[in-house]
DNA sequence: CGAAGATTTAGGCGATCGGTTAAGGCGATC
DNA sequence: GATCGCCTTAACCGATCGCCTAAATCTTCG
């Protein structure tokens, strides 16, 4: 492994455990073996280190969930290969998944992850709203349902150390990751479930609402 | 509002924003108007402002969640009663719910969390396994249940600029807020309706099984 | 009033921060 | 062997960090 992997590797562990401003090049470079000012040699600040952390980051994260995309089979085999995907991913770039967490949270950099997470949200409602019509809105819009299972993928990973303490096992376990996925899976399942059907209890009181636009 | 109250305000604005590490002692007392040594007259060190911040945090959400959990009705009004109310909080106190992020991601002060954390996911794993025994194994287990709704109730707002920009409204006016809470709901929903069920695809392959336990 | 205690202030401490500098190794090319 | 370009090193810079000290100010009460 060469000089700059091995910072770049370094840096994402430092970035995961301390954020941006708590993280040292000093600690950086300790931790990667390497003199603190090679930092400043292969990357000009402490910023483009970041940065190039963070790129590679999501350059590995957009390849793993487009491949899983291109799978063939029904549409709820290949969400749920997205979900798999993405599980598989943050299990193995734990420490990476918690630098996109502090970014999205309200870092500075913020604008770097809206870049390369909007396309690919806006696609992925895309996909939903094409093929199951009644997510286009109410209590199960497609919004709100990539925003739910982002989140109990992303929790998951990201809460790790927490969630280990409360259920006294390793939560990055084979074990455990294989139940998590079994849960998600289900989870996908019973939603879809709904989505089958009309909305069963139309308990909204609105009344003179009932415009509807076919395809716009 | 006395300086003791202004410097923890401006504490959990600065943690949110930069992390322990991050935010300094200088930048809080600017934020909040006071002297800088006042952060060490108050407070004797800058760990002791942070468990201030924290222990303020938790003992309000505490709060929060029991006076909702002691209401009357069915499990899942009661249930979905404790959704509300989390969120309810996390809009209010978006700052401190970024802190603890930081912090249940691997911070050094994650055995703070965890004693917060554990007696209440206990407790609600317990709520759950008592009212469908059907989550005490198999792929809608209680704690898998938990782990996903706090997922999906806390990813909302600690990623709450990312959202802004992915879905071009504010995450946290009344409108967005309401929608949420009407998604989980309905997710609450659907996910009890499959626990009044026999599981309806018993793949798991244990024929043995059959223990059943009615009241203890 | 005046003593006593609580609160607030300016200023400075050593340590560490991100970043720079100038001087080496060191292999490839001529 | 001399030269060049890439990589690495120790030493250092001004700025900022958490924290402390001593004096000033405010509050309380006999």
Redesign the pocket.
Known sequence: MN?RERILRAAGECFAESGFDG?????IAERSG?????I???F????ELFFGVFDDYYRRLIGALVDSLELEGTFEQRFAALIDSYVAFLAANRDLGCVIQWEASGGKNIERVVAQMVPLFQRGIELIEERHPLTKEGDLAASQLLLSFYGMIVTYFVHTPLFERLLGIDPLSDDALQRRKTHLRRMLSITLQQLELRPPEPRAPSPSGTEEEPNR
């Open positions: 000089t993280a040292s090049t000093r600690q390497v003199n603190k000012a090679l400043h040699y292969h000009k600040t402490k910023e």
